[in-house]
């Protein structure tokens, strides 16, 4: 059954964030993301969605009443990243309920059902295939593009390639008896923490695997587990405070900069994407914030308009899934950023006489959340514009360099410029005369 979905909330006009500044302080742009709520399957009453993929499909479960009974679900964009979608309920196969971790660019899906043992599955074309209980904890936390998954078993980590139906058991750190796998890249680089304790496992470090069988470096100090992974084996790491006060601040870790401390209390739900921006909530304030490297922190407040309970997944473009729990139903709603090219000018004119360089600005209408890369192109070799460029997150115009030639009669050259907005490509562009 298949139907479409046009819920899309544009959030109001609010403070505009200023594009150069990266503080705890920063007020985000409230029409930052386009923001369409994940409603249930007809005819249920709830609904979570768990699973995002690179290309923006969605894996959820809706349910009647009971947490432990539901049918899954795929929501597929209108185009690859886009604010609209359909919904279409998936045949299930043998288990009660269907809560979907992970889902990859072609809509495979991997989670567990908590009703039946905790009994991992992968669902791919309408078939369910069973992979096992976890017996601990979750065992089934990523799988990439290329169908491998990383599963743990009572404390072994395995990777379980879907095309091939081989389990492979991950490599244990020296010196510790149990291990988990949390997430893993389309490279195969996997990242997780090793354990002694296996009650609490409070005695954990972060763990990385270069392959699914090298041996495992340890990565950050004890009270610590890498949690998410990238395709650049960049990693996000949460740490234990003790038992009893529970995880703390996020560090980022990467082999060329090794450790990096971000300050910034967020005791679960980190992620980071393929383009190195890292997503969480704040465990103060219980408010959403992207954080780099380089740039430090930035809360949403403002272009979040509701409170959100937890952060399930997070794309390089830049979308995230995000609950607000109003009890007794919960409400799920994927954000996406709302690139939107507004301009493409030249702030020394349109008529110019080569050969020369010249700038030429390209402006987007509201500063989003994630580095938009925008695609230029010229109807002439008069002028000849790189193929692309990245408008860095949460700034609004870019300035690049252009190369005009002679000419030897007068010429009306087109620039364009194009970028992936939430109802599909916006562009704009400028004609440039070049006089001989």
Known sequence: MCRSIHLVAMVGLCAVLAASVWSQSAVADPESYVITQIPPLAGFTYVSAGALSSKGLIGGESTTGS?????????????????????????????????????????????????????????????????????????????????????????????YNVNTNKYTNLPLLSGFVYAAATSINDSGEVV?????????????????????????????????????????????????????SGWGDFTYWSEATGIVDSNVFSPWGVRINDRDIVLGL??????????????????????????????????????????????????????????????????????VVGPKFIQVTV????????????????????????????IPMAETTHTFTAHVLAVTTSTDVQLTATADGPYGPTMADVTVTVNP
């Open 67 to 159: 947490a432990f009974v539901s049918t899954p679900f795929l929501w597929t964009p209108a185009g690859p990243n886009e604010a609209t979608g359909s919904e279409t309920d998936l045949p299930a196969g043998g288990l009660a309920s269907y809560n979907p971790y992970t889902i990859t660019s072609k809509g495979v899906i991997g989670g567990e059902d908590f009703a039946t043992a905790k009994t991992m599955f992968i669902l791919k074309n309408g078939t369910t295939r069973k992979l096992g209980s976890t017996y601990k904890d979750y065992g089934f936390y990523a799988m990439n593009d290329n169908n491998v998954a990383v599963l743990n078993f009572a404390g072994i980590p395995a990777a």
């Open 363 to 390: 402006t987007i209408a509201h500063p989003v959340f994630a580095n938009t890369v925008v695609t230029l192109r010229s109807n002439d070799a008069a002028i000849t514009a790189p193929p692309q460029i990245t």
């Open 192 to 244: 997780g923490y090793a354990y002694n304790d296996y009650t609490y496992a409070s005695d954990a470090v972060g763990v990385y695997w270069p392959s699914i069988a090298s041996a495992p470096e340890e990565i950050s100090p004890v009270q610590s587990e890498a949690t998410a992974l990238n395709v650049d084996g960049e990693a996000v790491l949460q740490h234990l405070i003790s038992l009893d």
């Open 282 to 351: 704040d465990g103060n304030t219980d408010t959403p914030f992207v954080w780099t490297p380089g740039g430090g922190e930035i809360y949403l407040d403002d272009a979040v308009p509701f409170t959100v309970e937890q952060i399930t997944a997070f794309n390089a473009a830049g979308q995230f899934i995000a609950e607000n729990n109003i009890y007794p139903v919960s409400s799920w709603y994927l954000l996406t950023p709302n690139v939107s090219i507004e301009s493409v000018t030249l702030p020394k004119g349109t008529t």
